[in-house]
C-alpha cells in the first residue's frame, strides 16, 4: 500500500521559513515524480510545485515562484518543500502527491492526508 | 495559465440518480484531464485519469468523457458516500490547474 506522510507544518509570522518533508512507502520512490498541491481554508485545490523523478524537471506556481523551493532525496524515500518569505495567502494544508509516472507532467494518482501551514502575525 | 471551469459548481441529487459535472478547459488539453473526490476533512483521491481512464478500485458507476476542451464525469446511481466534492484538472502544461470544484449534496 503506498503510502505518504507530510510533516513540518506550523504557525509561522510572515516573512518567516518553513520547510515541509513527506515520507514515503510502498512505492519505488525514484520512478516517479511528486508534487505538491495545497488548499486554502474553505478553498479549491491549488498545484504548488511539482519534481520529476531524478530532479531534472522542476516547476512552481507563479504564486510561489522565486519563495518555495522543491526537492527529493531518492535514497530517503522523501520530498521536500521549502517555504521562505511566507505571506497570509500562504496558508493552507499542504498536501504531497505522487505522479502516476516519472514526468513532471503526470497526473496525481495518491496523495497524503496533508500538513497544515498557518501564516499569522 | 490553463484555466479549468467546472460547472455546476454545486447540484441537488438523491441516491440513484444519473449526474453531470462538466469541466471546460481554457485551450486544447487533449486528454490530459483527470477527475477526483474530495471527502470532507481528507485528501483528493483520483477517480479518472486521462479522461476516461478508470483508476483502480474505483466503482464503475464514475466515468470521464471528452477531449480537447470539453470533458464531463458521470456518475450512475449515486449512492450516498457520493455526495462530496468533485474537482477536475488538467496536466497537460505546468503549472497543473484545477477546476473550482462541484459540491454533490443530497436533495
Known amino acids: 500500500e503506498v503510502q505518504l506522510v507530510e510533516s513540518g507544518g506550523a504557525l509561522v509570522q510572515p516573512g518567516r521559513s518553513v520547510r515541509l518533508s513527506c515520507v514515503t512507502s510502498?512505492?519505488?520512490?525514484?520512478?516517479?515524480?511528486m508534487h505538491w498541491v495545497r488548499q486554502a481554508p474553505g478553498k479549491g485545490l491549488e498545484w504548488v510545485s511539482g519534481?520529476?523523478?531524478?530532479?531534472?524537471?522542476?516547476d512552481y506556481a507563479d504564486s510561489v515562484k522565486g519563495r518555495f523551493t522543491i526537492s527529493r532525496d531518492n535514497d530517503k524515500n522523501s520530498l521536500y518543500l521549502q517555504m521562505n518569505r511566507l505571506r497570509v495567502e500562504d496558508t493552507a494544508m499542504y498536501y504531497c502527491?505522487?505522479?502516476?509516472?516519472?514526468?513532471?507532467?503526470?497526473?496525481?494518482?495518491?496523495w497524503g492526508r496533508g500538513t497544515l501551514v498557518t501564516v499569522s502575525s | 495559465d490553463i484555466q479549468m471551469t467546472q460547472s455546476p459548481s454545486s447540484l441537488s441529487a438523491s441516491v440513484g440518480d444519473k449526474v453531470n459535472i462538466t469541466c471546460r478547459a481554457s485551450q486544447n488539453v487533449f486528454t490530459y484531464v483527470n477527475w477526483y473526490q474530495q471527502r470532507s476533512g481528507q485528501a483528493p483521491e483520483l477517480l479518472i485519469y486521462t479522461a476516461s481512464n478508470l483508476q483502480t478500485g474505483v466503482p464503475s458507476r464514475f466515468t470521464g468523457s471528452g477531449s480537447g476542451t470539453d470533458f464531463t464525469l458521470t456518475i450512475s446511481g449515486l449512492q450516498p458516500d457520493d455526495f462530496v466534492v468533485y474537482y477536475c484538472h488538467q496536466n497537460y502544461r505546468t503549472p497543473q490547474t484545477f477546476g473550482q470544484g462541484t459540491k454533490v449534496d443530497i436533495k
Open positions: 502527491a505522487k505522479g502516476k509516472a516519472w514526468a513532471v507532467t503526470s497526473q496525481l494518482d495518491a
Open positions: 519534481i520529476s523523478w531524478n530532479s531534472g524537471g522542476l
Open positions: 510502498g512505492l519505488t520512490f525514484g520512478d516517479h515524480a
